[in-house]
């Protein structure tokens, strides 16, 4: 295996510094060619100073100077905005892009590097979910394969691999069932950031922290997965399964099922993307069956975790339908993780733009981009000051 050059969108971020490890702890496999930043410029210039990439963006403007200055006894090239993003991720000096900006951000680098050709190793599932149809089409036309990050489509995607003429009957997304697992909604109302940041088996950003503990988060991977699979909503099933180790299955109209499991790790699928289609060595811990005894599953409780049937409502009606629900879900979140909003005032958000926002059913690009800031600017006029 020859050595790949990685452009990490979202290099900061919980995904973008396991993804650094994963490189530099196989320097002859990967390089990392391109790191990008919204705002942690400290992070970024170490990481600049480290892996010595060929550009860096950081995507707040007011930060270029102290960047542009950290580096500029190196050969980094430095760039700043959102537009940078865009044309960064258009230049031709890297073999593949690691999506990882958190949220509705990360589309436009995405369709870029698909537009000239570049593989996808996608851990922004917002891409899909905003615009899965244009996204896959253009990767389709394009050629382009894009492989899954999230440790859900990982999972299925390495269960396929191999199985190119074999029909799936349905594929079963697993989920922990975040933090307050068995909860009720008399509990959930008095909880707090804090508290929801604290996941049982997974070290995430924010963010997902929020989603997972929603079941937010599983609602996504559904959208997500309709699009990288290529099914039917109706085959698409969550199961909560609170240890984490088996990491998703699909069934096959045999009535077989295949699983992919592992210990907790998004070090793994990371790799896996990157290298794909190589597995290679690494000294991850591993799972033991023998001290592991009891894996169980459990039906999701919809009544509590409403965000999951809101989500499960926005597949199966399909167009802008899931766009509305992503951007709204980020404003909440966004607001919640700043004490503006309650924990259940979330989905309470989240439904109301749903049944406000023009649902259109086969939407441009433009459409969806239009559909994503009207959400986002109801959903904010729902937070009080």
């Not at 790191?35 to 060929?54: E, G, K, Y």
């Not at 900006?101 to 590097?113: C, D, E, F, K, S």
């Not at 088996?201 to 503990?213: F, Q, Y």
Request: proline residues 5%; negative net charge; glycine residues 6%.
């Amino acid at each position: 295996m020859s050595q790949k050059r990685i452009a990490i969108f979202g290099s900061t971020g919980s995904i973008g510094t396991q993804a650094l490890e994963v490189i530099a702890a196989n320097p002859g496999l990967f390089s990392a060619e391109i790191l990008t930043a919204q705002s942690n410029a400290d992070l970024l210039i170490r990481q600049a100073l480290q892996f010595n990439p060929n550009a860096v963006v950081i995507g707040d403007e007011k930060k270029y100077t102290q960047v542009k200055e950290a580096l500029a006894g190196t050969d980094v090239k430095v760039f700043a905005g959102e537009k940078a993003l865009e044309e960064t991720a258009a230049l031709d000096c890297y073999d593949m892009m690691l999506a990882a900006i958190v949220g509705y951000a990360g589309l436009r680098p995405t369709m870029q590097a698909i537009a000239i050709g570049k593989p996808i190793a996608l851990a922004n599932k917002e891409t899909l979910v905003v615009a899965g149809d244009i996204v896959m089409r253009k990767a389709m036309e394009k050629q382009v394969p894009v492989i899954p990050v999230d440790s859900e489509h990982s999972a299925i995607f390495q269960c396929l691999v191999g199985e190119g003429r074999n029909k799936i009957e349905r594929i079963i997304l697993t989920a922990s069932g975040g933090p307050f697992l068995g909860k009720k909604p008399n509990f959930l109302v008095n909880v707090k950031r804090d508290h929801a940041l604290q996941h049982p088996n997974w070290s995430m950003g924010a963010k997902i922290s929020i989603d997972s503990a929603t079941l937010m988060n599983k609602g996504l991977e559904m959208i997500e997965a309709k699009w990288l699979f290529n099914l039917q909503p109706d085959q698409i099933q969550v199961t909560v399964h609170p240890q984490s180790i088996i990491h998703s299955m699909v069934q096959f109209e045999d009535g077989s099922i295949k699983a992919q499991m592992g210990l907790p790790d998004m070090k793994l699928p990371i790799q896996y993307a990157m290298a794909f289609p190589n597995r290679i060595a690494n000294d991850f811990p591993r799972f033991d069956f023998r001290k592991h005894n009891t894996l169980t599953f459990e039906e999701p409780d919809l009544k509590t975790f409403r965000n999951l049937a809101l989500a499960t409502e926005a597949l199966y009606k399909g167009g802008n339908m899931p766009c509305i629900l992503n951007a709204a879900n980020e404003i909440a979140v966004y607001a919640f993780l700043r004490n503006r909003i309650g924990f259940l005032d979330m989905t309470e958000l989240v439904e109301q733009t749903m049944n406000k926002i023009a649902f259109i059913e086969q939407p441009t690009l433009e459409e969806y981009f239009e559909s994503d800031g009207e959400a986002r600017n109801f959903a904010a006029s729902l937070i009080h000051m």
